[in-house]
Nanobody
């Protein structure tokens, strides 16, 4: 059974930092694409960051560029999201995503397996 488990969510004041972690299990091989996606009430869902196995050229949403950093450990099959300079607009449920396939990592979340999500709340 493939499983993604996020951790590290919580509450922080604006300007603060949080780090999310995600552990993937049940895969026969390391997922080629691992990502973070967020959903907040009343806002459009957003693919936040994506990193492939090589980790050379990660994707970031414009809204988080320069503030968020995605990284991964292919041996441990984990993906991380370091979030800095958080604003209330970053408040959302953050989901860890993983895809096992070939080709470029898609921005559409429909091709990924999802974790259960972890809440991030940023207060002003």
């Amino acid at each position: 059974q493939i499983d993604l488990v996020e951790s590290g969510g919580g509450s922080v004041q604006a300007g603060g930092s949080l780090a999310l972690s995600c552990t993937a299990s049940g895969y026969m091989r390391t997922p080629d694409c691992m990502a973070w996606f967020r959903q907040a009430p009343g806002k459009a869902p957003e693919m936040v960051a994506i990193m492939d196995t090589a980790g050379v050229k990660p994707y970031y949403a414009d809204s988080v560029k320069g503030r968020f950093t995605i990284s991964r450990d292919n041996v441990k099959v984990m993906v991380y999201l370091q979030m800095r300079m958080l604003t209330p607009d970053d408040s959302a449920v953050y989901y860890c995503l993983a895809r096992l396939g070939d080709g470029d990592c898609p921005i559409s979340p429909s091709q990924y397996i999802w974790g259960q999500g972890t809440q991030v709340t940023v207060s002003s």
